[in-house]
Each structure stands twice: as C-alpha cells, then as structure tokens.
C-alpha cells in the first residue's frame, strides 16, 4: 500500500512566522499535490509537482512556495503565515502519466491553525 | 473555468434507506474520480470512470458517468453507519478539480 506522510498531525504557528509543511511517500511516485480543505469548499489545490525541482501552480498558490528536492518529499512553505491560512492541509500522491488521469493517494493531513 | 458542483451539501439518512449524491460539470469530461473520506480521516480514492454512460459497481455503491459526459452520479444502496463520511467527485482538466463534497450522515 502507498504510504504517504505529513509530519505533523497538528500545528500552531503564530502570524508572520514562516512555516514548512512536510510530505514524504514511499512509493517511487513521480506526481505529488499539496491541497488545503476547508468547510464548504472542498479540496483546493495550492501547488503540485512532476518531477524533482519541477512545481506548477495550482489554484490557489499565493502566500505559498513548495520545494521538491527528492523524489519522496514534497514540502509546502508558508512565507509569512496569515490567519487566514488556517485550515487542513492534505498532501498526496500518484503514479506518472497524465495527472488527472491518476488516482491519488492521500496522507492524514496537517491541521494548521495560525494565530 | 472548469466549475464542478456537487449536490446535495448534507444528507441524512436513516440506516437502510438509499442515498444518492450528484456531481455535474459545466464541460464535457474525459473522466471522473470518486474519493471517500471518512470523519478525521483522508480522502480515499474509489473508483475512475472513463467511458460515456459507465456502470460501475462496489459491493452496494454504483458510480454513473452521464451519457454526455458532463454528470456523475454514486448511489449507495440500503447505507450503514459505516458509509458516514464526505463523497467528492474530482474531475479533470489538466488537473483534478475536487466538487466540494457530500457529507453523509447515517442515523441507526
């Protein structure tokens, strides 16, 4: 089974401090996401990456930056933290090929409040 | 832009009934992905249909894909408690859009 884990289940961080969310999967997988999931709204996609030092835009990318050195890790950096980035963050993963063609495999989420 | 709607917001149900939740798109769609998420969980993939006018079946859900392929549909049949948890249909475009979800409460 794909495993894919973000390292804290839970997370207080005050504004304007700068905070790194990390995401590591252990299955060779080239695709890897980084969404935020609010009530209401869904699942929104901040960032996604294809490859290693390779990162595209997703939907909602501003007050965000990822960094992807390694293949396993993806991680989502929070410049300058707003209260209005409070929220659950979910990482995922998913093979290659085209990437709304794949099923992606989620981790637990981080619970980021940012005071 | 892609738009993806999801209906209902909530349903409750009593144990035993049916639920349907329904997830339309304002284009027309190459495929469809449904995801689970259960109460303090992650969301879990369920199933991908791809060809207009799709059935697809899971023990007692069963995934549509519209003969347009603009809409998508899981009905499960007689729910238990432990099918609580949030639907969300995710479409493509050059990535997948999540709707925003059905939650689903299953009262025993």
């Known amino acids: 089974d794909v495993k894919v884990t973000q390292s804290s289940r839970y997370l207080v961080k005050r504004t304007g401090e700068k905070v790194f969310l990390e995401c590591v999967q252990d299955?060779?997988?080239?695709?890897m996401f980084w969404y935020r999931q609010d009530p209401g709204l869904g699942l929104r996609l901040i960032y996604f990456?294809?490859?290693?030092?390779?990162?595209e835009k997703g939907d909602i990318p501003e007050g965000y930056s990822v960094s992807r050195e390694k293949k396993e890790r993806f991680s989502l950096i929070l410049e300058s933290a707003s209260t209005n980035q409070t929220s659950m963050y979910l990482c995922?993963?998913?093979?290659?090929?085209?990437?709304?063609?794949?099923?992606?495999?989620f981790g637990d989420g981080t619970r980021l409040s940012i005071l | 832009g892609q738009q993806v709607m999801q209906i209902p917001q909530y349903q409750h149900v009593q144990e035993g009934e049916d639920f349907t939740t329904y997830c339309n798109s304002s284009?027309?769609?190459?495929?469809i992905q449904w995801y689970k998420q259960r109460p303090g969980g992650h969301p879990v993939f369920l199933i991908q249909?791809?060809?207009?006018?799709e059935v697809k079946k899971q023990k007692r859900l069963t995934f549509q894909f519209g003969e347009a392929k603009k809409n998508s549909s899981l009905h499960i049949t007689a729910t238990q408690t432990t099918d609580v948890g949030t639907y969300f249909c995710?479409?493509?475009?050059?990535?997948?859009?999540f709707g925003t979800g059905t939650r689903l409460q299953v009262f025993p």
């Open positions: 990456s294809y490859d290693v030092k390779m990162k």
């Open positions: 995710a479409v493509n475009t050059d990535k997948l859009i």
């Open positions: 995922a993963s998913s093979v290659p090929g085209q990437i709304s063609n794949q099923p992606q495999h």
């Open positions: 284009t027309t769609l190459s495929n």
């Open positions: 299955m060779d997988h080239e695709n």
């Open positions: 249909l791809v060809k207009s006018g």
